[in-house]
Nanobody
Framework: QVQLVESGGGLVPAGGSLTISCEASGSLSSTGRMAWYRQAPGRHRALVATIDHASRPNYEPSVKDRFTISRDNARNTVYLHMKNVEPDDTAVYYC???????????WGQGTPVTVSP
């Protein structure tokens, strides 16, 4: 089992910055992938960014130039630094850990981010 605990969500004004984090614990794999998803009110959960075990990131196009995903393998922690946030970034942000062989996904409880106009 893997446990994920997010922190750092809150209220931020449009154009501002915020960093959220997620600490993983439990049966972690050296090849595990970490990711952030978000779910806005009335919408499905959607992928925001991923980062593999070698710290190679990938981003959803709408956040690519504004968000930065990073990970600290020594601390088993993944971060999402958000800048120039927009009201459409308002959502609950979920941390995801994926282990391969077989593929197994684990989820955190979510941390809410609210962007005020």
């Amino acid at each position: 089992q893997v446990q994920l605990v997010e922190s750092g969500g809150g209220l931020v004004p449009a154009g501002g910055s915020l960093t959220i984090s997620c600490e993983a614990s439990g049966s972690l794999s050296s090849t595990g992938r970490m990711a952030w998803y978000r779910q806005a009110p009335g919408r499905h959960r959607a992928l925001v960014a991923t980062i593999d075990h070698a710290s190679r990131p990938n981003y959803e196009p709408s956040v690519k130039d504004r968000f930065t995903i990073s990970r600290d393998n020594a601390r088993n922690t993944v971060y999402l630094h958000m800048k120039n946030v927009e009201p459409d970034d308002t959502a609950v942000y979920y941390c995801n850990y994926r282990r391969y062989s077989p593929i197994t996904d684990y989820w955190g409880q979510g941390t809410p981010v609210t962007v005020s106009p």
